[in-house]
Structures are given as structure tokens and as C-alpha cells.
């Protein structure tokens, strides 16, 4: 296609993620190389219903001049990826010194805010995208061998999970687990313990995390695989059951191969979103037990009295997109390689 | 004849020309765009404050959780997107930092002659805002289930600590007791509550350098470990609301809850009568055998924007005045400790005057101290579940206080 | 399994919140024993009156049907354009466009939505729905795009080729030959854009004024930062309403959107 047709074609779509992604993503990035300029503070007199008494207190005026000169603020170079509340680069090399051993180092390293994040996130990430990729090829093929009238039912229950918006899925089972709520007495009496409680526990919390990931998450495979089978030729089916394959052969050498570009595809989506994970973390109110890297970035954004952290936020989007494209390169060059093939 | 028609044919129009452009409160035009917080008291403020729209004034207020991720962008803006943001100690600090509220000493002297000198928020003589509630936390006792354990009612934390094990002892609850220890911004309150009962020092005076890892705050986290003892072990999920569930299920006999939740504990919806008989709101307890209660108290108020006109500026402050007006508070008398003049307090600010009369200390309105704030709301949970010491839980607080303040240029 | 949360969720929405989230004992809330005590019987349609009359729910209803309907078109239409000239291209910088898209859609939504902010302020176009709509387009076009995209290479070259030989240009050929053919993956890549506009909450949140909102985010506001009594069920209510219509729209069209994706055949 000749290069000038092309960009008339995609022009509408590109311009509006560049606007609104790139700019933004850029805008992030160079945020996170800057520091705010240093504060003037003076002591005032503040009085409020309670009484008057000498604070501390900005003065406006001052710090908007030192601003006016240099908008961006100073550059911090990539001080703010190594400090405490990012990588920590002092902290780990003083742990390093200081440790006593694997475990010492282990637990100091999780005492630092970005590693807590990061091994809730990776360990989510990589729990969560198998299983739903597995569970969605198994009810998918499961779904396929089903009568044909209880398809229906079947497809649709199966899609459920994934319908439901996450903030409003996870507040709705958050209120079911709670220790009187119906699912959480159920297991407590299940398991004849009365202090059973899943939000207490980080191990029981992480684990519900997870599996309110995976279930919502299996829909979105399951739809995808399923329709794939739809497609799967059936002569080479055939040929291979006359050849003397047994069911799981049949699998394993021709349903699998075939469904591949869309084993990749959903990985590729799964992993991107679940190393994002954070509205489940809010709707379960779990953050003393588990945070991810997005919801670092919610805090630092949240400004909940705390005054907004734009570098913060900028510095940790910038480590996500990094992991993000860490964690794809297998999959990338998986990519690569087919585009590579098909256009020759 | 046909002249006095016309006359008169003009006169009605011109009456009626007037009598279309003026609006309810007097303000002739202008456009009133409000942000606040969503509870019901700032709706009932602002339901009052809206009767002022209509005739040439345009109003349109914005009531969200999400008001504090929205304030300081939408102020910025030239002309700001609203021209009164409704704040509390805390969150009035950004404006105030970033200078995006204007001085309100002239519109006070033209239109604010019914305030009393307590609702007036000054800084160095310039009126910055004006206040309308006070709140704070403070203790809630069961009054039955005190008595059935034969306990005295407790007036500081110790005594709680001995009144819950007695309750326990005799087999009436198994846990008592709970504050709002959610990780985050609850959580940071507790403990900075508790650390001004014990009359901590939160920075080192004249500066933003954090002072929390001492013996005072060492004891103020194991006052607080110790009562989450008593609590149900979910206590690192407990916000306002869950806290206000417990009681009205029944589940409590003591809690420090917030004063605004007194009035829909006790009404007569989604609790027993037994409850909400036997509950009483008293001062906040003291600690360590100190005289200051154990708690901050909290105003909320409304400012004005600076990036905005001179008369939609005074036309928001009429309205804002309209809606913090006598008839307003006679109106919604038990949504809130008000501030106002007409406020009858009732059985459900009792804990609030006590505890500003006991000589509770305001929450701080300094720059960094948001900041800080959100470095304990993080940290303390580790300590709390019993994954780290006292001290190390506070050098962690320092340390991440200390990074994000060197980011946002305090030190 | 999959729909018991639901079904627990469609029956507490007729109880009252002493029941639904009764801390005495979840079994109140099959029963419905306060309900009785507060409304003289055991089902009450207290909550949805609550949300759909007093809070107004049914406007957020309408805009979140605005902004899905415009969402929908927009992306479908802009994406089609895009993913087949990416299909067709046969130039590498195509496969580098479609890996900086997926670098795109690695950026956590509320990062963006913050830094709109400042911009949409000035500009004054903050809070209204069409701007709503623009960012909910640009920021799902990667999935889009890519998506659309692989329907395309199922698409055979052929074709349209053969269209440009008797002399159409590359839009003619793309309007008369593909358009036909290419629904099934466009209704599938419509499907998932419908979703992601109907339970957008992170960008409708932070961009739409109060009375602008769509369903999701005013479920949100009713919890607001107080939960007050009622109005727990009142989100309770909503939740059910706005989840509803998506369970009856896949049980109609479950049939079309496997179809859809099996003569597409996405093959990825």
C-alpha cells in the first residue's frame, strides 16, 4: 500500500493517540525527571474556630515567583527513580551492607514501598495469566462438546464475570467475604475456625485477590478460544483421529498449534492488564496486605490531604511501562517472528 | 388615554424586566460553580445555597469523593473551572500553598455581618475561609454493656483498655473495641491523634523536618496496638463506615468514632432501639495520664477562587452565605456540629463540645503535613500486624515523609 | 458459581441495608427481617426508587448511552480505517506502529486522566460528555486497532486487490469489497469496545461533572465518602440496573457474537 494512502487511512486513529496517549505519556516522562522548586515558608498567625497560634505557612507569593522563572521546577535527573519510595537505590546498598544473611536482605528489601508492590504485582501477574489461559481453553473446549441447546446457557454464565465492571465486581464480593457476610461465615464454617477472616490475613488476601482475578479475567480467554475452535478445520481433525490419535493427541497436536496466534494474542492482553491491577485492591479494601505498582501511583494521585505527588506518579508510570515491556519481549518476538513469515 | 396605557404597558415590562433578573438572594447575575466533598451536611449547605440560582445566576455544584484529585488542576485554571471549593483543615492547604484562594476580608465586611468570629479562618489578618461544622473523634460508649460488666465509664485510654478486658473477661463481646484503623489516611488520624494526647511534637518547630520516632510516638503506636486487641482482627480494613456498621449490629461497646456519625447512629433507621438507647457520645479520652484529649479537631469551611471575576466571586459568597444561614441549620439541626448561629446542640454533638471544651488540638494546618500523613497511613500497618518493631515502623514513616517532601521542595 | 454473587445481589436489592449488609447475621438477608420491621413486608422497592426517582439515576442511564453509542461509532469507525491499512500495509513500520500502541496501552489509565486535568481546565472543556467520549476512544483504540487488525489478515488479500486492478482507489475498495465481509470482527471488536465504555470508572470519574455522570460513576457517588442509610441500597439498586441490561444484551446476542468471531476467524 503506498505510503501516502496508508497514512490517510490511519491518520484519524493515530492523531488521537498521539494527543491523548503520547503526549501525555512524554509529558509524564519529563515530569519525573523534576523536583519542585524549594518552598519559602515563613511563620504566620492562623486563627480558626479553636483558638490562634503561630504555623508555619507558605508564602504564595514567593514560591510562585521562583516557579514563574523556571516552570518545570530543578532537574532531579533520575533521582526520583532511586529514591526511597521508587527503586531505593541507598536503601538496598546500605541493606546489602548491613544484612545478615538471604532472609534479613529479603525482608528489608519488602520493607521498602516500591518492592512491596512489586511482588504482589509480578506474583499476580504470573498466577493469574496461566490459570486463565488454561481454565479458558478448558471451558472452552468444554463448551464445545456440549449439546447444542445447552450452549446457549452455558456461554452466556460463562461470560458473566467479565460484564461486570471491577470496581463495583470486587465491592460486591468484598461485602460477601466479610466475616458475616455469606461467604465468609461459610468458610468459617467450613473450616470450624471463628477467626477465619480473609481480610486479615496477607496470605488469604493475596489469594482472594487472585482468585477474583482469575475470575473475572477467564470470560475474556474463554470467548476467545471458544470462537477459535469454531475454526479449527475439521478435516485435519478427522485425519488425525483416523490415524489413531487419542482425544488428548488431538489436542495436543492439532487443536493447540492451530489456536497459538490467539494463545499469544491473550497472553499478551492478560499480562499487560494484570500487571496494572489495581480496582480490585480498592474494592476489597486490601492495601494493608497487598498494593500493586498501579495502585502506588493511585495514592501518590489521590491527594488525600496529601498534597498531590506528580513526579512520584510519573516516575512509577515510567517503571510500569518499563515492566510492561519487560514482561513482553518473549511474547514480542513471538510476534515478530509470525509478521516476519506472513509478509514474506 | 393611549398614553397612560403605554406608560403603564411599560412600567409592568420594566417591573417585570427587574423583577426577572433578581434573583432570590439579591445577586443580580453571575455564575456560582461549587466543588466539595459528598456528605450530608455540605448537601444540605449547598440545597440551601442553590435557592439562590435562577434569574441571570447559574449554579452548578459538584458534590465527590474524587474533589481532592480535582481542586488544585481546577483552580489553577485561568479562569478556574469553580469559584468556591468547600475544604477542611487539611485540604485547604494545597490552595493555600499554591495561593489559589483569594482574601475574603471585604466580602465579609459587605455581606458577612451574621458571622461569629470563630467561623473566620485568618492568616496573618487575611480571611482565607469560612467555617461551618466542626468535628472530631471521639469516644462512644454502650451504656448496657458497661453496666453488665460493672465498669465505671472509661474517661482515658487506659481505662478503656481495662473496661474491654473486663467486657471480654465476662464473655459479652469477644472484641469490644475498634477504631478507624484502615490502612491509609485512617490509620495515619489514629496515630496522630493519639501522639497529640500525649502532646507529641509532629516536626521539629520552625521546620519540615519529621519528629515522630521518639518515645512519645513509640507509646502512641502501642497504645494503639494494644487496642487493636481488643478489636476484630479486620482492623486494617475498618473506615468510618464500618466502624458505624459494628455499632449499629451491636457488635461494639466502645469505639472512637467520628462526631458526625452520632446523628445517624442515633435516629431511629438500621439499629435496634436497644442500640441507640443505650449509646453515648462523650469527649475523647485522654492518654498517659496527659489533660488533652486524644483526638484533632477538624473545621469545614468554604473559600473562594482567585482565578475567577470579582462578581462571580461576590456572588458565590452570597450564595455560600445563603446556605450557611440560620434557617439552614434550624432546618438540618443534627447533620452536623454547625458553627452557626440558631445551632441547638443535641445528644448527638455531645462528644464533639467535649472534646473542644477538654481542650482537644486542631488538626495542623501546615504545608507538609499531608504529607506526612500519608507516609503514616502506609507505614503503620507492618507494626500493627506484628511484622516489625516500633521503632522501625517510625524510621519508616520518617524516611518515606522525607522523600516525598524533598520532591515537593519542603526540605 | 460464576453467577451466584449476582443472584445474592439481585435479591438483597429488594431488602433494606439492615438486612443486605446485616452484621448480626447474614441469613437476615434471605429472610428479610428488618425489611419487614422498616417497610411492613419482606420486599421493598425502596432502593431503586431511591436511585432511578430521587437520585435521578435514569439521566446517568442516558448519558452512559450517549457516550457508549458515540464510543462505539467513533472507535469502530476510525479503527476499521486504521486496522486495515495496518493489515494491508505490508511495510515493517506497520508491525512498529502496532508495538508502540501496545507501549501505549501499557500507560495506567489514572496517570492520564490526571494529566488531562490541568489542560481540559483551561480549555473549558472539562466535565462535558464529548470530551468523555474523544478520551475513551483514543484510550482503547490500541486494543482496537489490534484487534481489527488481525480480522483483516483473515481477510483475503485477494480481494480488495483485485478491486484496485479494475481500477478503484484504496477507499473504494475498502468501501465496496471489505466493508461487506468485515462485520463479524467488527461487531466482536464492538463488543468489547461497548464494555469498555459501559463500565469505564477510572476516566468518567475524574472527567464528567455531577451532572454528567454516567451509571458507573454515580453508583460510586452514592456510596460517597459517608455511607449514608439508604443509600447504600440505593447503590445496591443501581448496580443491579446498570448490570442487567448487559446480562439480557449477551443473552440475545450470544449467538451473533460467536458467529461473529467464528467466520472472522481470529487468527491473530
Redesign the interface.
Known sequence: MPHRTFIFFILPSLLSMILLIAIPIFSAMTQSLF?????V?R?????????CKK????D??A??NLREKEPL??FNGFD?YT???HLAAA?IKTSWNVATGWKDLFSRIM?L?FYKALAFTITYTFVVTPFVIILGFLIALGTNSLASWLKGPTIFFSLLPMIVTPLIGSLILFWMI???GIIGSTLQRIFKDN?L?L??S?ALTWIMLIVYGIWHSTPFAFIVFYAGLQTVPQETLEASMLDGASLWQQKRYVVIPYLMPLIIFVTLIQLMDNFRVFEPIVGF?????ATSLSWIIF?D?????????F??AAATSMLTIIGVGILLIPVLIMIWKEFNSKTV | MKMLSKITLTSTFMFLLVHATYAACGITSGSIRILA????AIHAVLSAAEKCAGGGVTF???????H???????L???P??FTSAVVA???I??L????LIRPLNDLVAKHGRGLKK????????KIMAV?FM?NAQHLFYRKDILDKASVGIPKSYEEILSAAKAIRAKGIMEYPFALNT????NLGEEFINMYMGYKGQLFKP?T?IASVNNAKGVAALKMIKSLTEYS???F??F???AT???W????LGLATMWG??GG?IL?D???TSNITSNTVLASAPTVAGGSTPATT?W?DGFTIAKNISDKDAEATFIAMMNGISTEMVKANNNEAVW?IEGFVPGKASAGVFAS?SAG???Y????Y???L??ALG??L??FL?GN?SAQ?ALA?VE??Y???A?????L | MAIFPFLWTLWGSFKV??DF????DWANAVYGIRTLA?TGSTFTLNGYNNAWIEHEFWLSAINTSIVVFFVVIISLTIGTLGGYALARSGYRYALWLLMLALVFRAMPHITLV?GY??PF??W?I??HLPTTIIVLVAINQPFTLWMLHSFFLNIPKELDESALVDGCNRFQAFRHIIIPVMWPGVITTGLFSFLLAYNDFAVT??LL???NQTMVPKI??FL???????EVMSAVAAVVSTTLPLFVLVMFFQRQIVSGLTAGAVKG
Request: include cysteine; charged fraction near 20%.
Open positions: 523536583i519542585a522548586h524549594k518552598q515558608i511563620v504566620s498567625e492562623t486563627c480558626d474556630p479553636f483558638g504555623e508555619t505557612s507558605v504564595a507569593e514560591t510562585a521546577g530543578i526520583t529514591n526511597r519510595n536503601e520493607n514501598p466479610d466475616a458475616d477467626d477472616s481480610k486479615a496477607p479494601n486490601a492495601s494493608a496486605n495514592n494521585l489521590r491527594g488525600e490531604d496529601a498534597l498531590q505527588l513526579g512520584s | 466533598n459528598d456528605f450530608p452548578t455544584k459538584n458534590t465527590t469523593k474524587e481532592r484529585t480535582l481542586v488544585v488542576a481546577g489553577t485554571a485561568n478556574a473551572e483543615n487539611s485540604s492547604v494545597p493555600l500553598n499554591e495561593g470563630n467561623q473566620l479562618i485568618t492568616i496573618n489578618g467555617a466542626a484502615k490502612t491509609g489516611w520552625g519540615a476484630n482482627p479486620d486494617l480494613t473506615d468510618s463506615n458505624a456498621a459494628l449499629e449490629a451491636g457488635k458526625t456519625r445517624t435516629d433507621k438500621g439499629s479537631l473545621w458553627l473542644a482537644a488540638t486542631p495542623p494546618m501546615l504545608p503535613a499531608g504529607l500523613h500519608s502506609s507505614e500497618s507492618e500486624q516489625e522501625q519508616d524516611a518515606a522525607t522523600a516525598s524533598k520532591e515537593k521542595g519542603f | 441495608q439492615g449488609f446485616s452484621k448480626a422498616e490526571s486535568l490541568l481546565f483551561q473549558n472539562w466535565g470519574a475524574m461533572s455531577q451532572e460510586a457517588s460517597g465518602s459517608t455511607q449514608q442509610e439508604g
